[in-house]
């Protein structure tokens, strides 16, 4: 089936250095979405973008965090400065249209700031 | 708010029996369910969806049925299989804010020999 790919899978980092995650979405796919799992605890949504834009973010999605696809590459979550409540794993997820419609995941990346 | 509730989180079953993971939701809004499976160290990847009440749905031997007079959408297969661990997560996508997932805490099922 449809595959997003996520890089790195891992990344360690000291407190408020930057981090970017990348996504490689789904080639004809035009929704986006970041997704944050706490070790033990379930997914929470961070943001979905379409069309170069933000559409939604949660209260998760604090000011250091931003997003971007630039040139139709990487969909991108960078976190300037670090928090040690940073560390998680971040899903990126796709989709073709939004709405109803089924959203494809990548594997994660592990993020541990220390 | 808006709500997945899934009241195990670990399902331990011997290989050949059957399973009903639990999936209750809360919303105001017409509710679209979705089950997707994640096995250690891979991505999520959907297993069921389903909007229309009362229909059950397929896939891999899995199924389910969306109820909306008790607001469940429980996970069942007739016969688990060793392949069949992993983590299971119900999660609901509704009209209100688009398209954003609410997942619920995730049953881990773990199947022995």
């Known amino acids: 089936g449809p595959k997003v790919l996520q890089i790195p899978s891992h990344q360690i980092i000291d407190m408020g250095q930057m981090v970017t995650l990348n996504c490689d979405p789904v080639s004809n796919h035009l929704y986006f979405y970041w997704y944050k799992q706490i070790l033990g605890q379930q997914m929470e949504f961070l943001v979905n973008?379409?069309?170069?834009?933000?559409?939604?973010k949660s209260k998760l999605f604090k000011d250091q965090f931003s997003v971007e696809r630039p040139d139709g590459s990487y969909f991108t979550l960078k976190i300037q400065p670090t928090a040690l409540e940073d560390s998680a794993v971040y899903f990126c997820?796709?989709?073709?249209?939004?709405?109803?419609?089924?959203?494809?995941f990548g594997p994660g990346t592990r993020l541990l700031v220390l | 708010g808006d709500s997945v509730t899934q009241t195990e989180g670990l399902v331990t079953l011997t290989k050949g029996l059957p399973v009903m993971l639990n999936c209750t939701y809360q919303?105001?809004?017409?509710?679209?369910l979705f089950w997707y499976v994640q096995h250690l160290n891979e991505a999520p990847k959907l297993l069921l969806k389903s909007s229309t009440d009362n229909k059950r749905t397929e896939h891999q031997g899995f199924y389910a049925t969306l109820h909306k007079s008790s607001s469940s959408f429980h996970l069942q297969k007739s016969s688990v299989q060793l392949s069949d661990s992993a983590l299971y997560f119900c999660a609901l996508i509704y009209g209100g804010s688009g398209n954003k997932l609410i997942f619920g805490t995730g049953t881990l099922l773990s199947v022995k020999p």
């Open positions: 919303t105001t809004y017409s509710p679209f």
């Open positions: 997820a796709s989709s073709s249209t939004g709405g109803m419609y089924t959203q494809y």
């Open positions: 973008f379409y069309n170069g834009k933000v559409m939604e």
